[in-house]
């Protein structure tokens, strides 16, 4: 694929997003688009390359693999994080793979050229046999990769020209700074191979629009009134939140600890106001200082859940751009990463996330066996979304399926989604995608179809 001149005027997009509530189906299947996104958007944008509680020590690494790209990524002696380009300056053979320590640098297992951990050659076998232009000394070392650490993980990014990386993921960082997630640690780590494009996988969650069909369990009775209604049975509408909140821990086995639930169950008899508006109100704001006292009790490092609810910082999810969620509930949350493994097969990764009083943090799981999405381990939710997304890929080779149709009103975060992906596939300046992706860096749920500032709409 050519080079882009991204001073020029942007390019032609095949199948661009013309009408914001409906997407051509190639987006989803055909390899010419799949390969521009592989050239103009997961080389220009940081991505989540590891936790880094799997590089706790000096010298610990990890390797982060997108597309045809290898990144190895090493915790450093002075603490910080640094990340190379995966090949031997020699013949081009991975130099690490996995995860583990690298007690004096990396060798080379071919021909056993060596590198120390900060990525600079320190031996070359029978050097004397290489011509000069071979090896000089600006060759021999690690291509570096650019690394910044954030929210507890080790971020990279493959273009040299990309802005830092709080300026791409923002507001995301802000809302989940204030979420302290940095504090958070695994508590399990799965993984998915679904036979599906990347952006179809994303996009079941980022709509809300099929819990009603797909998820029934979580529709429970009496959970929901009208604003004024009288003569509500407060005491059942609690037992319902309860329950609900028993679903969520059981179905996503932690995204509503099991901890917050039993918190929650030991208020199941507190008094509350006779008004329903106001009896709800109470029992959140109980909940959510009950939740906060025990974990600070503890020794858990957790933020003050109603001071967060009033600034409006307690969105149930926060994405970034292009493949990384935090949900987060109450003490804890689920965390998701998507890489595309060709045009119709992904990786999704779920991790379990909560806190621990500073110096019982459990051990970091194991990076994880790829199940595939019928495998009877994957709890309940996940296993309900996995069920449809091999039959929506399907059914979008049918003839006579030409584009997906949105409702703007609860699809419109999809939309906004796919209009940034035709951002990076036009070959936008960075400067001209910063202020789309502070509209796409939010909780996709319910939003609206919003102008994303990018010039025009995109030509086929």
């Known amino acids: 694929m050519a080079v882009v001149d991204r001073r020029s005027s942007a390019l032609p997009v095949p199948y661009a997003v013309e009408l914001p509530d409906r ?106 046999t290489f011509a000069e232009h071979n090896l000089r000394p600006q060759d021999l070392d690690l291509t570096p990769v650019r690394c910044e650490v954030w929210g507890g993980c080790a ?19 802000t809302i989940l700074d204030a979420w302290k997630v940095e504090s958070m640690r695994a508590e399990w780590w799965y993984a998915c191979r679904l036979p599906v494009n990347w952006k179809l996988a994303e996009e079941a969650f980022m709509e809300q629009y099929h819990v009603v069909e797909a998820h029934p369990q979580l529709v429970i009775p009496g959970m929901r009134y009208s604003p004024g209604q009288s003569g509500i049975d407060t005491r059942a509408v609690i037992d319902a939140e309860i329950r609900y909140l028993r679903t969520m821990s059981e179905g996503m ?47 858990s490092d957790i933020p003050d859940l109603n001071d967060l ?20 509930m109450y003490s804890s949350a689920s965390s998701y990463r998507f890489r595309p493994l060709g045009p119709e097969e992904t990786m ?41 997304l091999p039959r929506q890929q399907k059914g979008l080779h049918a003839k006579g399926f030409e584009y997906l149709r949105l409702s703007e009103g609860v699809e419109g975060g999809m939309s906004n989604f796919e209009r940034m992906v035709d951002g990076f596939l036009a070959g936008l300046p960075h400067e001209s995608l910063l202020p789309a992706l502070h509209s796409i860096n939010v909780n996709p749920l319910e939003q609206p179809v919003v102008d994303l500032g990018l010039r025009g709409g995109f030509r086929s």
Not at 155 to 173: K, S
């Open 23 to 128: 997407l051509r189906k190639e987006r989803y299947f055909h390899p010419d688009f799949y390969q521009m996104e592989a050239e103009l958007l997961w080389r220009r944008t940081w991505q989540m390359a590891c936790r880094l509680e799997e590089i706790p020590q000096p010298h610990d690494f990890a390797e982060y693999e997108i597309l045809d790209q290898s990144v190895v990524v090493v915790r450093t002696d002075d603490g910080g994080v640094a990340a190379f380009e995966n090949a031997c300056r020699h013949r081009g053979v991975k130099v690490a793979q996995g995860r583990g320590t690298c007690e004096s640098g990396f060798i080379c297992p071919f021909h056993g050229w060596c590198y120390g951990p900060d990525g600079r050659n320190t031996f070359v076998p029978r050097k004397k």
């Open 155 to 173: 971020w990279i990014n493959l273009d040299d020209d990309a802005p830092p990386l709080r300026q791409c993921i923002e507001p995301f960082a």
């Open 253 to 299: 086995a932690g995204m509503v600890h099991a901890k917050d639930v039993r918190i929650a169950e030991g208020l199941r008899d507190m008094e509350l106001p006779a008004d329903p508006t106001e009896a709800m109100s109470t029992w959140h704001r109980t909940l959510n200082d009950e939740v906060v006292r025990w974990h600070r009790a503890e020794g």
């Open 309 to 328: 609810e009033a600034r409006g910082l307690n969105e149930p999810m926060a994405y970034c751009f292009p493949h990384y969620f935090v949900l987060p």
């Open 348 to 388: 999704m990764e779920i991790w379990s996330l909560t806190r621990f009083p500073a110096g019982h943090e459990p051990e970091t799981p194991a990076p994880p066996e790829l199940w595939e999405c019928d495998d009877p381990r994957w709890p309940p939710i996940p296993a309900q979304d996995f069920s449809n």
